[in-house]
């Protein structure tokens, strides 16, 4: 691809993406050929801040698993309701960096169709 066209790629989708991340994803685009534009285009990512707030509200349901595709977790923080909250709470710290990874094998199984 076009090196104007990956930067603006970058620019528009970089918060979806840890920033140790943002480079190989951009070496990977810079590599890839234009008939991969279209698949990464209508690729939809998870908002970080969005599923923060999901985890919050609706963390010891476990829907914030749910929504990353993790349902086995989902279905046990359910059940469990959250680990008696302590999974929870846990989840809030880590569930930003867990939706950018998702967003990260989201983006690397587009480039590789």
């Given at each position: 691809?076009?090196?104007d066209?990956v ?7 970089a918060?979806y993406?840890?920033?140790?991340d943002?480079?190989?994803i951009?070496?990977?685009?810079l590599?890839a050929?234009?008939s991969?534009l279209?698949p990464l ?10 599923m923060l707030?999901?985890s919050?509200?609706?963390g010891q349901l ?5 929504l ?5 977790l989902g ?5 469990t ?6 999974w929870?709470i846990?989840?809030w710290?880590l ?11 989201r983006i690397?199984?587009a480039?590789?169709r």
């Amino acid at each position: 691809m076009e090196i104007d066209k990956v930067n603006q790629y970058l620019m528009a989708n970089a918060k979806y993406f840890n920033s140790r991340d943002v480079m190989l994803i951009r070496d990977g685009l810079l590599e890839a050929d234009d008939s991969k534009l279209l698949p990464l285009m209508s690729t939809e990512f998870k908002d970080p801040t969005i599923m923060l707030i999901i985890s919050i509200l609706a963390g010891q349901l476990g829907v914030d698993r749910f929504l990353l595709g993790e349902v086995g977790l989902g279905v046990l923080k359910l059940i469990t309701c959250g680990g008696l909250g302590i999974w929870a709470i846990v989840d809030w710290f880590l569930i930003m960096d867990k939706t950018k990874d998702y967003n990260n094998q989201r983006i690397q199984q587009a480039l590789m169709r």
